[in-house]
C-alpha cells in the first residue's frame, strides 16, 4: 500500500515548505484558515499536465471566491515552472520538488511502467486540505478531463 493510500479523510496533511517558480519559499501553514487544493502532476508541458494546469488556471477565481488556493506540484525544476507558467499564462502558484520528498510524502512518487521500463515518477493525484489543515478529499488516479470540475464541486460541498 501507498502512502498515498494511506492518507485518508480526517488525518492531517503533510506540512512541507517548497520553492516556487520565482525561488520563494512556500509553505502549507501559510494557507491555514483556508482550502487548499494541493495536486501533483508528472511533467511540464506535457499534454495532460497542460490540459489540467489551464484548467485550474481558468478556474482560479472561482475556487477563490470559496476560500480556496491551487498549488500545483511536479519535480521539475523552478525554471521550467517559469516557462510552464509563462507560455501558457498559468495564474496559481507552481512548486518545485526537485528531491521529491513532498511527492514521496503524499504517495505521490511511485514505479511506473512505460515501453516495458519501469522507473520511479509523479503520479497524478490531488488533495483538497481543509482549513484546519487536514485532508479533506483525496483523489488517488486522476483523471485529467473533468477533474477539475470534481475538485470545485468538491469545495463547493465542503465548504458549504
Not at 517548497?18 to 502532476?41: M, S, T
Not at 511511485?110 to 481543509?130: N, Q, V, W, Y
Request: charged share 35%; with cysteine.
Amino acid at each position: 500500500m501507498s502512502k498515498a493510500d494511506k492518507l485518508r479523510a480526517g488525518e492531517k496533511a503533510p506540512d512541507f515548505c517548497l520553492p516556487d517558480k520565482d525561488g520563494n519559499k512556500v509553505c502549507l501553514k501559510e494557507y491555514a484558515g483556508k482550502w487548499v487544493v494541493l495536486y501533483f502532476y508528472p511533467r511540464d508541458n506535457t499534454p495532460g499536465c497542460t490540459i489540467e494546469a489551464k484548467g485550474f488556471t481558468d478556474a482560479r477565481k472561482e475556487f477563490e471566491k470559496h476560500n480556496a488556493y491551487i498549488l500545483g506540484v511536479s519535480n521539475d525544476s523552478k525554471e521550467s515552472h517559469c516557462k510552464f507558467a509563462d507560455k501558457h499564462g498559468l495564474s496559481f502558484t507552481l512548486l518545485s520538488d526537485e528531491e521529491n520528498e513532498v511527492l514521496d510524502r503524499y504517495g505521490a512518487w511511485k514505479p511506473k511502467k512505460m515501453a516495458g521500463k519501469e522507473f520511479m515518477g509523479s503520479i497524478r493525484s490531488t488533495f483538497l486540505i481543509d482549513p484546519e489543515g487536514k485532508i479533506a478529499r483525496t483523489w488517488p488516479k486522476v483523471q485529467v478531463h473533468g477533474h477539475v470540475k470534481e475538485v470545485l464541486d468538491a469545495v463547493k460541498e465542503l465548504e458549504g
